[in-house]
């Protein structure tokens, strides 16, 4: 079973208690997502393959690690997941994105997929999927789908904050697929919102309700 990291510093918690506020508007809340996407693609990159490399400085040439080169794609579930891509890219600049478009029907919590454009070399690369909220994990478990038929098999799902319920899900339906998150909340209430949670991350993203 690939691994669940609940990315636990300080910076990471004190972040995420601020978009938690309720009285913290797009702007801030878009500035937050973005410098919290960054954070947990520092802890989510830190098995990247390396090679030794000669350098050479002012003072020698000497041997030096550099990332090995390897493919990798950032792939936002939209509309919430757009929110994230900007940090990730900051840390990545040479990423591809494709995107994955689904909302969730407000009566079945069931995903409805509405878009899919990924880079044409998606089997090559790692992706790292993102959706700020995990919450039932069906748009998760769809996406990783998604992204498995059109050959994807290193896949990584970075996460904001997620239920339990959510992380079991997509443990069971993908237990290849590591989950990096700022944290497992209690757990989801009758809407299908996580508790304590932020609210719908898309809508305060956005603006819209
Ligand atoms: O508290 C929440 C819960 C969900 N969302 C949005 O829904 C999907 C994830 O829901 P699943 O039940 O895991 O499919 C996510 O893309 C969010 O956009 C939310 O914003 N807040
Ligand atoms: O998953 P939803 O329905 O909240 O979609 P969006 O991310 O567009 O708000
Ligand atoms: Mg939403």
């Not at 995107?99 to 070399?121: A, S």
Request: hydrophobic share 45%; net charge negative; proline share 5%.
């Amino acid at each position: 079973m690939a691994e669940v990291i609940e990315v636990k510093h300080p910076l990471v918690q004190h972040k995420l208690t601020m978009i938690r506020n309720e009285a913290v508007g797009t702007k801030d809340f878009r500035a937050l997502v973005d410098e919290l996407a960054m954070l947990l693609t520092y802890e989510a990159s830190a098995d990247l393959p390396m090679e030794t490399i000669s350098v050479k400085t002012p003072v020698q040439e000497t041997k030096a690690q550099s990332l090995a080169g390897k493919k990798l794609a950032v792939v936002p579930i939209l509309r919430a997941g757009l929110g994230m891509v900007d940090g990730i890219l900051q840390l990545i600049p040479a990423a591809k994105v494709g995107h994955i478009g689904m909302y969730r029907d407000e009566e079945t919590l069931e995903p409805v997929e509405y878009f899919v454009k990924l880079p044409e070399d998606i089997a090559q690369r790692e992706v790292l999927l993102i959706d700020p909220m995990l919450a039932t994990g069906g748009s998760a478990k769809d996406a990783i789908n998604a992204l498995k038929v059109r050959g994807a098999t290193q896949i990584k799902l970075i996460t904001l904050v997620s239920a339990p319920e959510g992380i079991k899900a997509v443990q069971e339906a993908h237990p290849d697929v590591a989950i990096v998150t700022a944290s497992i909340d209690e757990g989801l209430n009758e809407d299908g919102y996580i508790v304590p949670g932020l609210g719908d991350a898309g809508d305060r993203l956005f603006g819209t309700h």
